[in-house]
C-alpha cells in the first residue's frame, strides 16, 4: 500500500497564489506518474494537471492552462502545484495521485488511470 499526503491548501483572495505539495511512502517518485484533480460541492472530480515519470511531459486542463504548474522535486521527493491567479471557481479538494510504475512515460490524465489517492486539502478562493 502506498501512503499519498497533501499540504499546502488554504484561503487566498481572488487573484493569489497557493503551491501545494504532494509526498507519497515510495523512497522516490522518479517512476511514477503524478496528477491533481480536484473536486467542488456538487460535482464530478476533475483533471486539474499530471506529469509524466520522466518528469518531461505535463499535461494542464484548458481552465488552468497559463495559471499552475505542475512540477517535480527530487531534492525533497514531492511533486507540487503552484496554482497562480487563483479564481473563486477554483475553489474545491484538491486531490494527489500517483500511478505506480507505469508503462510509458508520458503523463495520464484521467483519474481512473491512478492507483492511489490521497484525503485531499481544501482550496477556498474568495472574491
Known amino acids: 500500500q502506498v501512503q499519498v499526503v497533501e499540504s499546502g491548501g488554504g484561503l487566498v483572495q481572488a487573484g493569489g497564489s497557493l503551491r501545494l505539495s504532494c509526498a507519497t511512502s515510495r523512497l522516490t517518485l522518479s517512476n511514477d506518474a503524478m496528477g491533481w484533480f480536484r473536486q467542488a460541492p456538487g460535482k464530478d472530480r476533475e483533471s486539474v494537471a499530471a506529469?509524466?515519470?520522466?518528469?518531461?511531459?505535463?499535461y494542464y486542463a484548458d481552465s488552468e492552462k497559463g495559471r499552475f504548474i505542475i512540477s517535480r522535486d527530487s531534492a525533497k521527493n514531492t511533486v507540487n502545484l503552484q496554482m497562480n491567479s487563483l479564481k473563486p471557481e477554483d475553489t474545491a479538494v484538491y486531490y494527489c495521485a500517483a500511478k505506480i510504475s507505469p508503462l510509458r512515460s508520458d503523463y495520464y490524465s484521467s483519474p481512473n488511470e491512478y492507483n492511489y489517492w490521497g484525503q485531499g486539502t481544501q482550496v477556498t478562493v474568495s472574491s
Open positions: 506529469i509524466g515519470r520522466n518528469g518531461l511531459s505535463t
